[in-house]
């Protein structure tokens, strides 16, 4: 039993195009969280939801709209991709921390081509 | 947020313990500390988190000094499994508070060869 799934695991698209990752997590965490990463391997963060609301936007370009139908979703949605947005997309979840880091949970990741 | 700063590789060989070493100047009072792993290929995985002192698991040690400015991650008897990308995150996540944003840093390649 996979806890954190994405789809598609590899996506090849052309620039302008529209496309979509799903995360879902059987987990029962409230916490559901985009990351990306690049070429470097640097790993940054993109969006944070608990309970389907908004928590972290980190500076991301409009571009990018997550959607979060339930608790245990997580949807990535990114409008006229561009060159610079290939990479490697990590869903992740954890429970809300009640002190320190709550241990994060990723999936196995989406690479995204954009050509 | 604390900044990291962690060496960029590291090279060993199996049998050996394995010492990587996270510099963490401003962390803060609620901060914790926590190691990921990450394989090629795949998201990173939790290793270990403490807050002070010694905290040990079946996979890991990690060491804390009293100032907390830094932490030292410890693999004993290193396999070549244990060739991946450790990454050390200094956090603090109440409940929607700004330490969600875990960022994790550059990394530590460790590299362990025959």
């Known amino acids: 039993d996979t806890a954190v799934s994405q789809t598609p695991k590899y996506l090849v698209t052309q620039m302008g195009n529209d496309k979509s990752i799903k995360c879902e997590q059987n987990?029962?965490?409230?916490?559901m969280y985009w990351y990306k990463q690049d070429s470097k391997k640097f790993l940054k963060i993109m969006f944070s939801?608990?309970?389907?609301?908004?928590?972290i936007n980190e500076t991301v370009p409009n571009r990018f709209s997550p959607k979060s139908p339930d608790k245990a979703h997580l949807n990535l949605h990114i409008n006229s991709l561009e060159l610079g947005d290939s990479a490697v997309y990590f869903c992740?979840?954890?429970?809300?921390?009640?002190?320190?880091?709550?241990?994060?949970?990723f999936g196995e990741g989406s690479r995204l081509t954009v050509l | 947020l604390a900044k990291t700063t962690q060496p960029i590789s590291m090279d060993s060989y199996e049998g050996q313990e394995v010492n990587i070493t996270c510099s963490h100047n401003?962390?803060?009072?609620?901060?914790?500390i926590t190691w990921y792993q990450q394989f090629p290929s795949q998201g990173p995985r939790f290793i270990i988190q403490g807050y002070k002192t010694k905290v040990t698991n079946e996979v890991a040690s990690l060491f804390i000094p009293a100032d907390r400015k830094s932490s030292t991650l410890s693999l004993p008897r290193v396999s070549l499994s244990d060739t991946a990308v450790y990454y050390c995150?200094?956090?603090?996540?109440?409940?929607?508070?700004?330490?969600?944003?875990?960022?994790f840093g550059t990394g530590t390649r460790l590299a362990v060869r025959p």
């Open positions: 987990l029962g965490h409230d916490t």
């Open positions: 995150l200094v956090g603090d996540r109440g409940l929607k508070s700004s330490g969600d944003k875990l960022t």
């Open positions: 939801y608990n309970n389907k609301e908004l928590i």
């Open positions: 401003n962390i803060a009072t609620n901060d914790y």
């Open positions: 992740a979840s954890s429970f809300p921390g009640t002190g320190g880091t709550g241990e994060l949970f």
